[in-house]
């Protein structure tokens, strides 16, 4: 198989527990270390929708950075972390746990133009640098608010009195750890994202490939018949 050959998209399905970058370099691997980029950065705590470029495909991501984002997640209320997750450190724990009607009435208030402070731990440039590497090193930066619209905002399920499960569809670069944090703020308690899924990318096919199924596939047809054209 020539390099050449290599061109197309695949919707990889990353599992938690590693970076996006990580998941790009397995999908290279398998493709004989052809040019490949993705588009979206999912946190490692995070799973689901990631889209990847192969070979020429990689000129088209800039077409995608816009496109709105779906996501499932839940919030577990009365906690605060370092990083807005279960990833971090926990710095406070005060217990008030917000009632459904409180929920309910408190997300309506983030739905249409909502602005926002991207997270210090994500991974948005300051100075050329991403965020995170800064609040790593405790060096205090200033992130301005940002105007990003939420078209849906639903509650899935109250999971129990601490934990609440969410379903969102938000235009790109919206932080859903800040989300979940300013939400928790109106309640006037704490909250962190304890579980985060992509589900959706603007109107691209939800049918996702796994990477175990991806590392299970020997043959190059069957490789090559998986990768979704680049005029799609």
């Known amino acids: 198989m020539k390099e050449n050959d290599i061109n197309g998209w695949i919707f990889l399905d990353k599992p938690i527990g590693i970076s996006s970058n990580k998941a790009l370099q397995k999908v290279r691997k ?3 270390h052809c040019k490949a980029g993705y588009v979206g950065t999912l946190d490692p705590l995070a799973s689901g929708f990631l889209p990847i470029a192969l070979g020429k495909s990689t000129k088209t991501i800039k077409y995608l950075s816009n496109f709105d984002k779906e996501y499932i997640f839940e919030v577990t209320w009365g906690m605060r ?132 199924y991806l590392l299970s596939l020997v043959h190059i047809e069957c490789l090559l018949s998986i990768l979704k054209p680049i005029d799609k």
């Open 30 to 32: 398998i493709f004989h």
């Open 81 to 212: 972390s370092s990083t807005g997750d279960l990833e971090g450190e926990i710095i406070k724990i005060n217990k008030r746990y917000p009632s459904l009607e409180k929920i309910r009435n408190a997300k309506a208030k983030f739905v249409g133009d909502y602005y926002q402070v991207p997270h210090k731990f994500s991974s948005k440039k300051v100075n050329g640098r991403k965020a995170y590497e800064f609040a790593r090193k405790k060096i205090q930066v200033d992130l301005n608010k940002e105007k990003k619209n939420i078209a849906d905002l639903k509650i899935i399920s109250q999971i129990s009195n601490s934990k609440t499960l969410f379903y969102i569809k938000c235009s790109s670069g919206t932080y859903i750890r800040s989300l979940a944090e300013d939400m928790a703020k109106a309640l006037n308690t704490f909250g962190v994202v304890s579980s985060l899924r992509r589900v959706g990318f603007g109107n691209l096919d939800k049918k996702l490939i796994s990477l175990d």
